[in-house]
């Protein structure tokens, strides 16, 4: 059994003039020539960085109930898609600050 794959693009089979390579992103290993696609595939297990899984996200309807906006947290990082945003902490932001 060999070893898992773990990293943020699916790998893919390459065929070089120094043979057969996985390669996915920055990760490249050498391949047998028998190597297929679906094995690699098999091996790989996506790659998710503390930042994405600390990540949270709402959808919150503006005042006038027309605009959708989108307040996001990541790494107690604060954004909003909405115009308040954009001068600091918007009314939203400071809405799911407080749950
Ligand atoms: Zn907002």
Redesign the pocket.
């Known amino acids: 059994m060999k070893n898992t794959i773990n990293t943020r693009y699916c790998p893919v089979l390459v065929t070089t003039i120094k043979g057969i390579f996985i390669v996915a992103g920055e990760y490249w290993e050498k391949a047998d020539k028998n190597t297929t696609v679906q094995e690699v595939q098999s091996r790989w297990v996506p790659f998710i960085s503390e930042a994405a899984k600390n990540k949270k996200e709402w959808s919150?309807l503006s005042s006038n109930k027309k605009d959708t906006?989108t307040?996001m947290s990541m790494n107690n990082k604060w954004s909003?898609?909405?115009?308040?945003?954009k001068r600091g902490v918007?009314?939203?932001?400071k809405e799911k600050q407080k749950v």
């Open positions: 919150v906006y307040v909003c898609t909405c115009w308040g945003a918007c009314k939203h932001i």
